[in-house]
Structures are given as C-alpha cells and as structure tokens.
C-alpha cells in the first residue's frame, strides 16, 4: 500500500517508517520543514529501503499541504505533533495550531478523498490523574496540560469525522513510549544521557509519579497491525504494557542497566504546576490484544538497554546538563 506518515521524522515516527518500508509498502513520509533539508531521523532509515521512501517538508498546520498529502495514498497515519508538555505551558497556541488544527486539515483532507483508513494518534495524557486503574478506552478526559486539551481536541474532532462523515477514522492512543531516537526531554534518555556523561547527581522532576513505558518497537508494530485490522473503524484503541513503575524506580533501573552509582534528585525546576501534574497512567492494554493482536514483546529493562546503547554511540547530541522542555 501506499501509507501517509506525518511527523515521520520524529521518534516514532521514523521507527513506523522504517518498518513499513521493511514489510514492503510505500511511504510517503512528512518531516517539517526546516532550512537546512534535514528530514531528522529519516536519515537512519537503510540506504536499501529508501527506494520505496518518498520525503517531503512541510506543516500539518497548512491545510493546502494538507490536501497534497493524502492524494494517492491509501491509508494516512497521522502522528504529526508537538509533545513537550513543560513548552505547551510557554507556548499554547502553537500546540492548538499544529495538534488540534493540524489533526482537522489532515481529516478533511481525507474526506476529500477516497482513504481506506485513518489513524489519528492520540496520549495517555488525555486522561489526566486516573480516577481508575488500570485505565479503560471509556476512562474520562481531563485536560491537565494545554498539551493534553489540544490532543483532546483533535481526538475529538476525529470522532466527529467519523460520526458526520463516516470517515474511517480509528484513534490510536499509545501511553508512554521509550527507545533509541527519543528527545532528551524524555525521562529515559535524561537518565542516560546524564548517567553516560559522568554525572554524579540525576535531576529529574516527580520521582513518585507513576508510569506505563512502551519500547518503542512494540509502538510501531501497534500501527501495523492497526492497518488491515477488520472492523476497527471509529474505534478508540490505547495499549501499554499494563505495568506501572514510578519515576524514581525507573531512573534506578536505568542506572543499574549502565552501572551508574549516580544520585537522584528531584530538581525544583523540573516539577510541574501541581494541578497539572498526573500522578498515574497505568494501561489496561485488553482491548489492544482483543482487537489488534497486540501484545508487548520487549520488556522494560531490554528496551531501557537497548536505549542505553543507542544513546552510547550518540551522546553528543544529547546536552546531559541542560535541562531540555
């Protein structure tokens, strides 16, 4: 098939590229654009593969890009989005324009045309501090971030397409996923990278905070088998791997997986406003194996290895000191 990925060149993003293009289809890939040309972690992507890879630069905030995106393919994978919680409180709008308003233009793109299927990716982030664990598809939504409203906006609208327009929408909601790839905004590789550096204090933020980690192979494979899955259309599917560990635990782990004797602390800089802050994100991942198949194969501590190593052979590119929103 012919398959749309926005934000192709992020994290996920390019892992989904990458393992598309193995399984033998065709994809057109949306980095942003940027003067310099750099499709950011499309670059990875084996010289073998590229033949079937076609880039191209732009904003999902352009609804007339928008439109000559999705013309010719068969299905759109839509993960185009600015995810940094702590800069959607410096920086509002921008999250509305690209996530929310973005999300529209690629729908009514779709609509006017003939897509076979949509996935509209949305955040565990959504839900807020859970008034249950673990959490189902049908748990309340509770914006606690302007980042979290602007993703429920655009699951909203996705909804609608599909309720209005009978598009054939299905709403992805992966909780939080880690891997080779990941920004140092991320709790993982702010571990590492400061681990890896030599540093003998660990800031992080809320050490008791609570969360469910994907690697973000399993991430990837949730989005192939969520292209030919029968009968999925409107449907809102999250998956994790229905394990929860708090932050401080996690950053423990991660500095026995490098054999770091570092200290961890929580800096006041990195907290969060108190009522924003979600205390716990813990997946009931059924419906993703009832309707999906899917089922996590890599467990914490491999994928947190596995990050470990990457970050290892690129820890130039991560600056440990800074603190990154």
């Known amino acids: 098939m ?38 950011g972690h499309l670059n990875s992507v084996e010289t073998g593969l590229r033949s079937r890879l076609e880039i191209r630069f732009g904003d999902v905030a352009d609804p007339f890009l928008a439109r000559d995106l999705v013309n010719g393919c068969d299905i759109v994978l839509h993960l185009a989005a600015l995810i940094g919680i702590p800069y959607s409180y410096a920086a509002p709008a921008s999250y509305v324009a690209t ?3 973005g999300t529209l233009n690629i729908l009514e793109a779709c609509r006017q045309t003939r897509i076979r299927r949509v996935i509209v990716t949305s955040t565990s ?52 996923t880690f891997g080779p790839r990941q920004s140092a905004r991320a709790v993982i590789p702010t571990v590492l990278a400061q681990a ?36 999925i259309e409107g449907e809102t599917i999250h998956f994790g791997r229905g394990e929860a560990i708090s932050i401080g635990e996690l950053a423990a782990l991660c ?3 490098v054999g770091s004797r570092a200290r961890i602390v929580s800096a006041e800089r990195r907290l969060r406003p108190e009522k924003s802050e979600v205390g716990l994100l813990l997946c009931d991942p059924r419906r993703a194996l009832a309707r999906l198949g899917w089922r996590p194969q890599v467990s914490l501590e491999n994928g947190i290895a596995l990050t470990a190593e990457y970050l290892g052979r690129h820890l130039i590119d991560y600056r440990a000191a800074d603190y990154t929103i």
């Open 2 to 39: 012919r398959v749309l990925v926005t934000g192709a060149g992020g994290f996920i993003g390019s892992h989904l590229t990458e393992l598309l293009l193995g399984e033998g289809h065709h994809v057109r890939a949306l980095a942003r654009y940027n003067g310099r040309g750099d499709p």
């Open 125 to 176: 982030e959504v839900y807020g501090t859970a008034q249950y664990t673990p959490i189902k598809e049908s748990h309340p939504l509770q914006g606690q971030s302007p980042y979290a409203a602007s993703k429920i906006g655009a699951d909203k609208l996705a909804e609608s397409y599909f309720r209005c327009f009978d598009l054939p929408v299905v709403i992805l909601r992966p909780f939080n």
């Open 99 to 101: 996530n929310t308003t």
């Open 196 to 231: 890896l550096g030599g540093a003998g204090e660990i800031e992080l933020g809320n050490l008791d905070a609570k969360r469910d980690l994907t690697f973000v192979s399993d991430t990837a494979r949730a989005y192939l088998q969520a292209l030919e899955a029968p009968g």
């Open 255 to 257: 500095l026995k997986v």
